[in-house]
């Protein structure tokens, strides 16, 4: 096992495109712990829900509710997806915060994580990744195999648009990506990325 050059290793992307699988990977290769960011975010948006505490400064987290989704179009939910990032950046940054002050070593990783906020939380302890998977037969192919059901197909075209805006601005911001597949060398490509950076 190699050193570790950081203490907070935040992973973003889109759903379906396999991050967890990259987090859980790199978690166990350290022997640490892996934050499901997007757990956190169901949590706020429960108790928003609940006591309508601050619900006009969360609108976007408030906003989503039974199946309209699905009408509302890609582009729709992926400025949905970038919106509820937002309004979760600062949970994400007293979360980092507090594992760098306290010096312990976690993975963060979800969907409402997005490049351009991420960015400004990088640092000497702090290093991110953005995990990519652009072909939408295999992000449909990855919802099956994980949730089982019927072929998402409409979730993987979000994913497919969410997927390209992410791997467009980390590059514009040249910021971290890795390419999902192939998986049985991931794990290396990440350690490979990290250590360069």
């Known amino acids: 096992m190699e050193n570790r050059n950081w203490t907070v290793l935040i992973i ?4 379906g495109t396999g991050k967890s699988t990259v987090a859980y990977e790199i978690a166990k290769y350290y022997g640490i712990s ?3 960011f997007d757990d956190i975010q169901r949590t706020v948006k429960t108790v928003i829900k609940k006591t309508n505490l601050a619900k ?12 309209n989704w699905i009408d509302l179009g890609v582009d729709w939910n992926v400025n ?4 509820v990032s937002k309004e979760m950046f600062e949970f994400l940054k007293e979360i980092v915060e507090r594992h760098v002050d306290e010096n312990v070593p976690v993975i963060i990783e979800g969907d409402f994580i997005i490049p351009e906020l991420v960015k400004t939380l990088l640092n000497s302890k702090v290093k991110s990744l953005f995990v990519l998977e652009g072909d939408k037969e295999q992000i449909i192919n990855n919802y099956m195999s994980r949730e089982g059901g019927d072929r998402q197909t409409f979730r993987a075209d979000i994913s497919v648009s969410y997927n390209n805006w992410i791997q467009k ?25 990290l250590k360069e950076i």
Do not use: F, Q
Not at 12 to 15: F, I, L, R, T
Not at 56 to 65: F, G, K, P, S, T
Not at 174 to 192: G, I
């Open 169 to 193: 601005t980390c590059e514009e911001l040249m910021m971290d990506s890795l390419e999902s597949r192939p998986w049985n060398n991931a794990l290396d490509r990440a350690n490979k990325i």
């Open 56 to 67: 006009d400064m969360y609108i976007a987290i408030h906003d989503l509710e039974g199946d």
């Open 12 to 15: 973003g992307g889109a759903s």
């Open 80 to 83: 949905w997806l970038k919106s």
């Open 34 to 36: 892996v934050l499901e």
